[in-house]
């Protein structure tokens, strides 16, 4: 049996500025919550940093020659706000915007298409001082950086994401604080949720104004919601923990609103901040596409000790890739079918899904990664399943192009279609690269 994709998909893989760039204070680059965060003894595996990373600052001619070798049609890259402004805001730095010109003319002559996300957690420390995404005038300075960028280079990139997965930055950042930058407030996580939700508004808006021809929208991490047990308390904390991961970012940008079960669940227990007249209606500006990052699925019970939640993942006893995360593909189908049926047929670009495994380079040179070639082919399987059924998905990036810092967990976990030899910055293709630029080419499998 052969699986043919539609004409014209868009075949692509992601990486993100602090995860592969390094030069983290070269051509005037100021410093980063990451910079900051991942310098603090005990926040990430082994003191691991992005200081250097896959130095791709200064390899990305080789890394665009991997994918030309591999036939991307679509590169997926995020910008770092502090080449950009150095401190946040004020004047431009040149030097910065030069390197992302480059990157994105080299990519646009291999006939590759440039998708390039503003925000991939990697806010200006300076912007952090006066309190980062909790404060409302970092909203203002985003603008102003999401304007810069567009004049550089929104007649050339056809494809923008405004934010990468604002439930990570606010919960992951500033709940657990296991994310720059390292706070472990609940009410600060809602707060900083809201403002990123405006800042994403507004970016929407000023890319309108500008009248760019390319097409916009945001990346939110998800996944499908499955109760453990039909009895009452599990099914209710399965719909409040998919209210709260599928529903906090997308129903106001795609609906105007807060999921009201949720929000009266959180305004009883005071966590909720003050929403300015007029918010709603910035925060729900047309995208054009959802970008919907998926790895694996919740399953879930009640909890009365995961405040203020009350609900939990369990374990299900499913196969686990590296990162502990169950591999079920079912659920990338189910996940699309939802959203297709929620947003009446919105337009879905998968722009990330992937797998960490422990690749190890064998006697030949070679990385036999099968685990993670079976990873995407069942998940590509669940995906073409989808589209089958009328889901208008239109592209797929794989996580990762290169394998690379993967944040607290550091260069212990590998996401690569590429391996990366991070002492002598080698890259090998894995075979589940050779894999994915014969899916490419064949447009299916
Ligand atoms: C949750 C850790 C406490 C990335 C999380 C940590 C603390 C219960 C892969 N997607 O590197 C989620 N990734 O940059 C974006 N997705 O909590 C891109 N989600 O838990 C990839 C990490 C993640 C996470 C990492």
């Known amino acids: ?44 595996f082994g003191g691991d940093t992005g200081d250097v990373a896959c130095d791709h600052y200064h390899r990305f001619d080789e890394d665009i020659e991997i994918m030309k070798r591999m036939g991307l049609k679509t590169y997926r890259f995020s910008i770092s706000w502090s080449r950009i402004f150095p401190n946040g805001g004020g004047k431009p730095n040149p030097k910065g ?37 909790a404060n409302r005038e970092t909203v203002n300075h985003f603008v102003e950086y999401a304007r810069c960028v567009f004049e550089n280079l929104g007649d050339q990139v056809p494809i923008w994401i405004t934010h990468n ?35 994403h508004g507004l970016a929407v808006k000023a890319f309108r104004e500008m009248g ?9 991490n998800m996944n499908p919601v499955y109760p453990v047990s039909n009895n009452d308390k599990d099914t209710a904390a399965a719909k409040r923990f998919s209210e709260f991961l599928n529903k906090w970012f ?32 910035i925060i729900s500006q047309p995208i054009d596409f959802l ?56 337009k879905i670009i998968i722009t990330e899904n992937g797998a960490a495994f422990n690749d190890i380079v064998n006697y030949e040179g070679k990385v036999e990664d099968d685990n993670r070639l079976n990873y995407l082919y069942k998940y590509l399987e669940q995906v073409h399943r989808a589209i089958g059924e009328g889901a208008n998905v239109t592209g797929y990036y794989a996580w990762s192009l290169l394998d690379n810092f993967e944040w607290g967990l550091g260069f212990s976990k590998r996401f690569g279609l590429i391996y990366v030899d991070y002492k002598t910055q080698e890259r090998i293709m894995k075979k589940s690269a050779y894999w994915y630029s014969d899916v490419i080419r064949n447009n299916g499998f």
């Open 250 to 281: 997308a129903e106001p940008v795609l609906k105007g609103t807060y999921p009201a079960d949720l929000l009266k669940w959180f305004m009883d227990r005071e966590l909720v901040p003050e929403i300015i007249d007029g918010d709603m209606d």
């Open 97 to 133: 915007m030069e390197f992302y010109k480059k990157l994105v003319a080299r990519l646009i002559g291999s006939g590759i298409k440039p998708a390039v996300t503003l925000y991939h957690w990697d806010l200006p420390q300076k912007l952090q001082d006066i309190g980062g995404w």
């Open 212 to 220: 760019l021809k390319g097409e916009i929208g945001i990346t939110l």
């Open 291 to 346: 970008g919907i990052n998926n790895y694996y699925s919740s399953f879930i019970r009640h909890n009365d000790n995961n405040w203020p939640i009350c609900a939990s993942g369990t374990d299900t006893g499913k196969d686990k890739t590296e990162m502990e995360w169950e591999i079920y593909p079912e659920g990338l189908h189910d996940l699309i079918m939802y959203l297709d049926k929620e947003y009446s047929g919105i």
């Open 165 to 199: 997965e604002p439930w990570v930055v606010a919960f992951i950042g500033n709940w657990h604080g296991r994310h720059a930058p390292g706070i472990t407030d609940f009410k600060t996580a809602l707060l900083v949720a809201h403002n990123l939700l405006v800042s």
């Open 1 to 44: 049996m052969r699986l043919n994709f539609p004409d014209n998909f868009l075949w692509g893989a992601a990486t993100a500025s602090y995860q592969i760039e390094g030069a983290y204070r070269e051509d005037g680059k100021g410093e980063s919550i990451w910079d900051r965060f991942s310098h603090l003894p005990g926040k990430t």
